[in-house]
């Protein structure tokens, strides 16, 4: 799959793409019954972490899918999966997700480096905080299973705050007052590209269903 300059040039300037089509619907149907597979055998409420590890339907379209191909659009032919969560709002989880920008990556293992840390550790995998210049070099690929209409939690984003590096809370509301949000609905099979450093949330469903995203992070190797 091929992306045009218009992707990278509106991800370079507002953090964030809305693609209303990424994959055909037969694709989504088989992705949402290997979804559904693993939030069955999920210890955890509403999502699945490490999907990577636990699924090789998944694990296959992160190394060879249009995901990838649109986070390679962006940030070059040297980006690489790192992380696959799956996320599952539902009428009994509906939570509300704060304004924040995402910190953590997931690494191989733990070597300690200048400005890098806190380490934790989630599902058997070491995560860590890393610089804000790595982030930079990070991508994210929502690709929605279920249509993600306004009234069922869609993404809420502060365009162009990618720019502004790590943000303490004091500066995090600041901005949420002076720049105008954007809502992000998307139809099954559309996505999302953003920077993880991108200012985002989302509200709890006020009409809830099913919303199933799978969250696809990658980053530039070395």
Do not use: Y
């Amino acid at each position: 799959m091929v992306f045009g300059e218009s992707l990278r040039s509106g991800f370079v300037e507002r953090g964030f793409v809305v693609v209303p089509w990424l994959v055909r619907r037969a694709l989504v149907q088989m992705l949402c019954t290997e979804a559904d597979r693993l939030l069955a055998e999920s210890p955890a409420r509403g999502g699945v972490r490490n999907a990577l590890g636990k699924s090789e339907v998944l694990t296959d379209l992160s190394t060879s899918g249009a995901p990838l191909a649109m986070a390679r659009s962006v940030l070059g032919s040297r980006v690489r999966p790192t992380k696959l969560t799956i996320f599952d709002k539902t009428p009994s989880a509906n939570w509300r997700v704060p304004w924040h920008q995402d910190l953590t990556i997931t690494v191989e293992k733990r070597r300690e480096c200048p400005g890098f840390g806190p380490w934790t550790v989630k599902d058997g995998l070491p995560h860590v905080q890393p610089p804000a210049d790595v982030l930079k070099e990070t991508v994210a690929v929502r690709l929605h299973l279920d249509d993600t209409p306004p009234e069922n939690g869609a993404l809420r984003v502060l365009p162009g705050t990618h720019r502004m590096g790590r943000l303490s809370g004091a500066r995090i509301q600041e901005l949420r007052r002076r720049v105008e949000e954007t809502v992000c609905p998307l139809e099954a099979g559309g996505a999302m590209l953003m920077s993880p450093l991108l200012l985002h949330s989302s509200r709890r469903a006020t009409s809830p269903g099913r919303r199933r995203v799978l969250h696809f992070e990658s980053l530039v190797s070395g």
